[in-house]
Nanobody, 129 residues
Framework: QVQFVESGGGLVQPGTSLRLSCRAS????????IGWFRQTPGKEREGFAC????????LYSDSVKGRFTVFSDNAKNTVYLQMDSLKPGDTAVYYC??????????????????????WGLGTQVTVSS
């Protein structure tokens, strides 16, 4: 089955760090733009980060810039999300997916979940004291 498998979520306190992994299954990460999304109940899935796996160029939304870092290990066919200085507002289910149409990241403001595929089940991140 072609999909991503996300892992690494959990319950953490504000100000701490967490690293999520997103392993590609059934396809190769190379030559793709990989988006990170998060979703809370009743809200649309929000794109907040993207990495172009060829040159490892990254983009971030203002809400996570300076706190989150995306990187990839093409040999392991895995994309990672390092999350530092976590806030309660970061609580969500986190997903990654591949851009259907582009091999380079679009502007963060143009990330639309409908334009991405190979969704996994996501991983829950809860930031609470």
């Amino acid at each position: 089955q072609v999909q991503f498998v996300e892992s690494g979520g959990g319950l953490v306190q504000p100000g701490t760090s967490l690293r999520l992994s997103c392993r590609a299954s059934g396809f190769t990460l190379a030559y793709h733009a990989i988006g990170w999304f998060r979703q809370t109940p009743g809200k649309e899935r929000e794109g907040f980060a993207c990495i172009t796996t060829n040159d490892r160029n990254t983009l971030y939304s203002d809400s996570v810039k300076g706190r989150f870092t995306v990187f990839s290990d093409n040999a392991k066919n895995t994309v990672y999300l390092q999350m530092d200085s976590l806030k309660p507002g970061d609580t969500a289910v986190y997903y990654c997916a591949v851009d259907k149409y582009r091999s380079v990241c679009p502007g963060i403001e143009t990330m639309r979940s409908l334009e991405y595929e190979y969704w996994g089940l996501g991983t829950q991140v809860t930031v609470s004291s």
